[in-house]
């Protein structure tokens, strides 16, 4: 699976955007979806994931209320729609795919994650 994210640039405090994650090959639907993030000078942190198979979604308390995970597996895009966007929130967002988790306690854990998208930036001005 490879994966292409995009909808990154910037924007001012409060205001929103898009982020696409385009998969190609076979099987989307079978894959759990993450964003993931790193700011400049920080570790990479888990934003949402979507499971595969019901739609339901898990946030970080960080965006929780702001950001939503969506996906069509249709047309094998998974989707973050974040609103009410806040400087802390400026950093390279990441897309990913988990092929196999036991459960969705693991969905935040970055090294679980099968494949990586390449990055887009968010930058969010005060």
């Known amino acids: 699976v490879q994966l292409q994210a995009s909808g990154g640039g910037l924007v001012q405090a409060g205001g929103s955007l898009r982020l696409s994650c385009a998969a190609s090959?076979?099987?989307?639907?079978?894959?759990?979806m993450g964003w993931f993030r790193q700011a400049p000078g920080k570790e990479r942190e888990f934003v949402a994931a979507i499971n595969r198979s019901t739609g339901r979604a898990y946030y970080a308390d960080s965006v929780k209320g702001r950001f939503t995970i969506s996906r069509d597996n249709a047309k094998n895009t998974a989707y973050l729609q974040m609103n009410s966007l806040k400087p802390e929130d400026t950093a390279i967002y990441y897309c990913?795919?988990?092929?196999?988790?036991?459960?969705?306690?693991?969905?935040?854990?970055?090294?679980?994650?099968?494949?990586w998208g390449q990055g887009t930036l968010v930058t969010v001005s005060s």
């Open positions: 090959g076979r099987s989307f639907g079978n894959y759990v």
């Open positions: 990913a795919a988990l092929r196999f988790a036991l459960d969705s306690g693991t969905y935040h854990q970055s090294g679980k994650y099968d494949y």
